[in-house]
């Protein structure tokens, strides 16, 4: 196979997209710990978000980031997982853990 015609960005975001996994939240906890897990809305693309951060996109981030698109993960969230035993679309563009709920769940509910 050959790459002709490959851009290099294909070649990055492939590689985002090949990294990508669903992962226990219990393995993602250390992330969360060192306050460095964001929240992907369902509405982006996961591999897309971690492409611009990994660009050091910061006035999209911004943008995402004001419309609630992305956000840090909250205690309250973050335990709901731990007790669900949940397992999220993750990707890890150093230093964050970007987590996104499977299925178009939100991932924010309030308390039952």
């Avoid at 993602?28 to 978000?49: C, I, K, N, P, S």
């Avoid at 956000?71 to 230093?95: E, H, M």
């Avoid at 996104?100 to 939100?106: H, L, W």
């Amino acid at each position: 196979m050959s790459d002709r015609g490959v851009t290099s960005e294909q070649l990055e975001r492939g590689k985002i997209n090949s990294e990508t996994a669903r992962i226990p939240w219990r393995d993602l906890q250390r992330y969360f710990a060192g306050g460095r897990t964001l929240w992907v809305d369902a509405r982006l693309d996961l591999v897309e978000v971690a492409y611009q951060l990994q660009r050091d996109n910061v006035a999209q981030t911004q943008q995402w980031m004001q419309q609630a698109l992305l956000r840090p993960v909250s205690n309250q969230q973050a335990r709901r997982w731990y007790n669900d035993d949940a397992t999220l679309w993750a990707c890890v563009v150093k230093p964050w853990g970007l987590i996104q709920p499977p299925d178009g769940d939100s991932g924010f509910r309030h308390h039952r």
